[in-house]
């Protein structure tokens, strides 16, 4: 299986920061890569699909970039409803398999 | 609305049976592959099956495969997953995600809030 691996896995941060967060697989996955938010108790949400596709109704302060084995999701000016926990996951192969997950929490 | 909503989670002992169901609305069910992801609590996200829009093709992760059956009933709108020999590490928040084609693809755009497994004696 394809390991994910995330980075940082807390991430400290305040309204109106400039955050990223990192995710590395175990081999290459051309841009096959999807990053989610998710907070306890409620649906998780696609945000970003093949690495850098912005998915409709998601605000355009979210970003991702990255081929191959090394992908980022930034944040530019962070929003209250912001802070939770954001995982990446490969769709190259199966099974599809996700990151630990970066919880993304107030200072 | 568009919308997952799961159903069927309990306390269950070791070893017995179990059966989650997926409803889903606002969106044309027959159309699109079906997944269920698990996350053990405070751990991360688990695929654990995948059914294509007419059944034709399924998937599971080893960690289930012949203990866990993917189905659905297209005229229903929902999708299922039966669970036998259940064990302790089957623990978690089972969530019922949707694909975005017909055939297995392996990302999730649309997900339900889960419903809870706990395996124990």
């Known amino acids: 299986d394809i390991q994910m691996t995330q980075s940082p896995a807390s991430l400290p941060a305040s309204v109106g920061d400039r955050v990223t967060i990192t995710c590395r697989a175990s081999?290459?996955?051309?841009?096959?890569l999807n990053w989610y938010h998710h907070k306890p108790g409620r649906a998780p949400k696609l945000l970003i699909s093949?690495?850098?596709t912005l998915q409709s109704g998601v605000p355009s302060r979210f970003s991702g970039s990255g081929s191959g084995t090394d992908f980022t999701l930034t944040i530019t000016g962070l929003q209250p409803e912001d802070f939770a926990i954001y995982y990446c996951q490969q769709s190259y192969t199966t099974p599809p398999t996700f990151g630990q997950g970066t919880k993304l929490e107030i200072k | 609305e568009v919308q997952l909503v799961e159903s069927g989670g309990d306390l269950v002992q070791p070893g017995r049976s179990l059966r989650l169901s997926c409803a889903a609305s606002g969106y044309s069910f027959e159309e699109y592959a079906m997944h269920w992801v698990r996350q053990v609590p405070g751990n991360g996200l688990e695929w654990v099956s995948g059914i294509s829009w007419n059944s034709g093709d399924i998937a599971y992760a080893d960690s289930v495969k012949g203990r866990f059956t993917i189905s659905r009933d297209n005229a229903k709108d929902s999708l299922y997953l039966e669970m036998d020999t259940l064990r302790t590490d089957d623990t978690a928040f089972y969530y019922c995600?949707?694909?975005?084609?017909?055939?297995?693809?392996?990302?999730?755009?649309?997900w339900g809030r889960g419903t809870l497994v706990t395996v124990s004696s």
């Open positions: 995600a949707k694909g975005d084609t017909k055939g297995l693809d392996w990302f999730f755009d649309l």
């Open positions: 093949a690495a850098s």
């Open positions: 081999e290459t996955i051309s841009t096959f």
